[in-house]
């Protein structure tokens, strides 16, 4: 069986490259079976800070499978979109941040994974989009993270027009955070992924959670979550030693094992 999800470590980033040059990277059962499994390994091993999911050079993903829904009854479509929550729940839930990269085309559920990672970088070529519409099929499922990134008029002309945007438009409505060449975007990517990548894998993992469960709430309930969390945070042993090397006037060493390149002079 041919492999669709390929993963590299390097220090305290894990690459996860899906590869299904055939189908477009389109979001197959196979396909999204294959990488939430490599997601929920790396989740498990907490080897790595920042995980870079990427496509191919053309495509970054072009959706669900239009074929594999066709061929369905009602029970397995169903089916196919619960395997499509349960991977967009381990994205959220895994404590290392998702910074997506995006070549060629996202659209469809392919932007719904976009959406749904943390972070997002867009190569200057790349396309992005909700064209299930344009084929019958309203795109519901990535609506969901969609909305949720970019501003709710937006959202909608996104969701009933069916048309491509380009990089730069995703950036400017917060779809993306940065726009880079596409001969840089791998430099680009892993610069802002080295960022993230130097603080301690706890501190991430407690903030990644904190900042999505506060985000529903009112600003009052919010706050006291908020309030709890940050004090205990105080007390984690990485909070304790980065504190103390802060008043020391010196670079805090985490706890996590996770291998780091040397930080850059001042």
Request: proline share 4%.
């Amino acid at each position: 069986m041919k492999t669709l999800v390929h993963v590299e470590k390097k220090g305290p980033l894990a690459r996860v490259r899906m590869d299904d040059a055939g189908r477009h990277n389109t979001l197959t059962v196979e396909m999204m079976t294959e990488l939430k499994a490599r997601l929920e390994a790396i989740a498990a091993a907490r080897e790595t800070v920042v995980v870079i999911l990427e496509g191919r050079e053309n495509v970054f993903s072009a959706g669900h499978h239009l074929g594999e829904i066709q061929e369905r009854d009602l029970h397995g479509v169903h089916a196919l979109f619960e395997l499509g929550y349960a991977l967009k729940r381990v994205i959220r839930e895994m404590p290392q941040v998702v910074l997506a990269k995006v070549r060629g085309l996202a659209v469809a559920a392919g932007l719904e994974l976009v959406a749904a990672s943390d972070l997002a970088v867009a190569a200057e070529t790349a396309r992005f989009g909700t064209t299930g519409i344009r084929w019958g099929l309203f795109c519901s499922t990535p609506g969901v993270f969609l909305s949720r990134n970019v501003p709710r008029k937006k959202a909608a002309e996104m969701l009933f027009t069916g048309r491509l945007y380009s990089a730069e438009e995703a950036k400017a409505m917060g779809l993306v955070n940065e726009v880079a060449p596409d001969e840089r975007l791998d430099a680009v990517a892993e610069a802002l992924a080295l960022q993230v990548a130097a603080h301690s894998l706890d501190v991430v993992e407690l903030g990644k959670r904190l900042f999505y469960r506060q985000y529903p709430l009112d600003e009052w309930t919010a706050l006291a979550y908020a309030t709890e969390v940050i004090v205990r945070n105080s007390k984690h042993p990485d909070a304790v030693a980065g504190i103390q090397a802060f008043l020391d006037k010196r670079t805090p060493a985490w706890q996590d094992g996770i291998e780091r390149p040397a930080p850059a002079p001042k």
